[in-house]
């Protein structure tokens, strides 16, 4: 039986005065999820960002500057999340990232475990914001990646809103699906949250969302966060009614937590009320 405990952030952003005010936090998180028996932690899309507080208030105060400049801190970055995997022998998918590479910059989140980078993925579909006011390129590539409870799916915050990016990580192998979000209001919430439910309930899969939250006013990028962390179900025998396995509080971050049965999804494929996964193509066939 493959089961895997899942810990989603509902992650506060901080202002730094040093790199090791970053390390220390991050290694408190993930010690804090490990503790509590965590083996995959997933961070919240674009929280990297607040290392800008880093490099000095003309550079944290301009939405397009701190892109360039925060490239510096990558590779620092990639070696502290791979040394956090090895210490607490833990899967980490790490805060997406604005990763430059020929010119563009990508919103990449990478996987990380025990023994190295197991793989990455880019955000597929822009919003407006980062398309019209910040120059964030569409990612090339839409990947699974392997892992040793087999394939895992990344979509990020607005990608979980387009069930056919979900659908072929689906048809690969997923059976997990990792959100990590960003959303400044409560209707951005809802609607990365309603497409959460919906990639739960007609994959017939679990769904892990991990938003940042709070305020964070020095910051033109991450001011304003809105959102709680949660993990979605199916909605079906066996799985909560509402198919909301575990969700956070609104007024104060912190891990959200919940075991995960990876086998229980195949038994609900094959003897659930529905068969929402079965049956998804029968929709293709139907024309007006």
């Known amino acids: 039986m493959t089961r895997i405990t899942v810990a989603a952030a509902q992650y506060p952003i901080s202002f730094f005065g040093h790199w090791r005010e970053y390390h220390d936090k991050l290694d408190h998180e993930v010690r804090s999820a490990a503790r509590l028996g965590a083996r995959l932690l ?9 290392l800008a507080s880093l490099l ?19 590779p620092e970055v990639l070696e502290l999340h791979q040394e956090l995997a090895r210490r607490y022998d833990v899967m980490i998918l ?3 990232f604005p990763v430059l590479e020929d010119g563009h910059f990508y919103n990449r989140a990478v996987l990380y475990s025990p023994d190295g ?7 597929m579909i822009m919003t407006r914001f980062e398309t019209e006011q910040w120059g964030i390129s ?13 394939p895992l799916a990344v979509n990020i915050c607005y990608d979980s809103e387009f069930p056919l990016l979900a659908r072929q990580q689906v048809e690969a192998g997923a059976r997990l699906i990792l959100v990590p979000s ?3 209001t409560e209707a951005g919430f809802n609607r990365v949250k309603i497409g959460c439910q919906a990639r739960a309930l007609e994959n017939q899969c679990y769904v892990v969302q991990a938003p940042t939250f709070g305020t964070a006013l020095w910051s033109p990028a991450l001011d304003e966060n809105t959102g709680v962390a949660s993990i979605y179900t199916p909605v079906d025998y066996g799985f909560p009614d509402n198919g909301i396995l575990a969700s956070g509080d609104s007024q104060q971050p912190g891990w959200v937590m919940a075991e995960l049965d990876l ?19 029968r929709q293709l066939s139907i024309r007006l």
């Open 138 to 150: 569409a990612g090339r590539e839409l990947r699974v990646i392997p892992t040793d409870i087999g």
């Open 263 to 281: 086998d229980a999804l195949e038994t609900v494929r094959q003897q659930g009320q529905v068969y929402n996964h079965r049956d998804w193509s």
């Open 56 to 74: 000095g208030e003309a550079v944290y105060r301009d939405l397009h500057q701190q892109l360039v400049a925060v490239q510096e801190l990558w």
């Open 117 to 123: 980078v197991l793989g990455w993925q880019d955000k």
């Open 42 to 50: 997933v961070f919240p899309e674009y929280a990297s960002l607040e």
């Open 182 to 184: 960003c959303t400044d």
């Open 94 to 96: 790490g805060a997406s």
